[in-house]
């Protein structure tokens, strides 16, 4: 019923450490054990018959996240969850190396990744980035205090004006626009 391979099971919709920690938990309450769990893949340490792939995807849906059945689905989850890693990283000064970065994460030729990402999703990965980092900017212009500048900093922005250029094309407003408009309807709500 699902894939299973070397006792790995692919879940969509694990994009953070709480994603995570959410799987451990359903695991444990299953009386399951893993080996590792990364974003978007659990390797355990048991076969399992399919009564518990359906319990586990149970418990996983009931979560907000799936098993993955499809291997074409899997790969293209594997890298958004890679792009979603690449984004929320910390930055340490060094550029990385985008395609390097989810060939390695995924283990598959960029090339080939690039197009199979672009045939079923109807976009290139560099779009896709692109829109997650501007989905990014948003939450941090609102729900931070950093400064553009290091906004720009941390998503490995070449500059302010880089990062400034590519919100405004995306969204149609300036980041400094949009921040105001954010905190406007943040006060709002505190006084309602």
């Known amino acids: 019923m699902f894939q299973l391979l070397r006792m790995i099971l692919y879940v969509r919709n ?4 709480r994603c995570k920690l959410m799987v ?7 009386g399951l054990h893993y080996r590792t769990i990364v974003l978007g893949e659990v390797e355990l340490k048991e076969n399992l018959s399919s009564e518990k792939l359906h319990l586990i995807d149970i418990a996983l849906r009931n979560a907000g996240l799936e098993l993955i059945e499809d291997k074409k689905r899997c790969l293209i989850d594997k890298i958004k969850a890679s ?3 690449l984004i929320n990283i910390p930055n340490e000064n060094e ?3 985008i395609s390097g970065f989810i060939s390695g994460k995924v283990k598959r030729d960029y090339a080939f990744l690039s197009n199979l990402f672009s045939h079923e999703q109807g976009i290139t990965i560099e779009k896709y980035i692109i829109e997650r980092k501007i989905d990014r900017i948003k939450e941090l212009l609102v729900y931070s205090e950093l400064s553009l500048g290091d906004i720009a900093f941390n998503l490995q ?3 302010t004006a880089h990062l400034s250029n590519q919100f405004k094309k995306v969204t149609g407003l300036t980041p400094s626009f949009f921040r105001q ?4 309807k943040s006060n709002t709500s505190l006084n309602v």
């Not at 694990?14 to 450490?17: D, G, T």
């Not at 408009?181 to 406007?184: D, T």
């Open 24 to 30: 451990k938990q359903e695991l444990h309450k299953l």
């Open 181 to 184: 408009i954010g905190s406007n």
């Open 95 to 97: 550029k990385v190396n």
């Open 83 to 85: 792009v979603e890693e």
């Open 14 to 17: 694990m994009k953070s450490e």
């Open 157 to 159: 922005y070449s500059s």
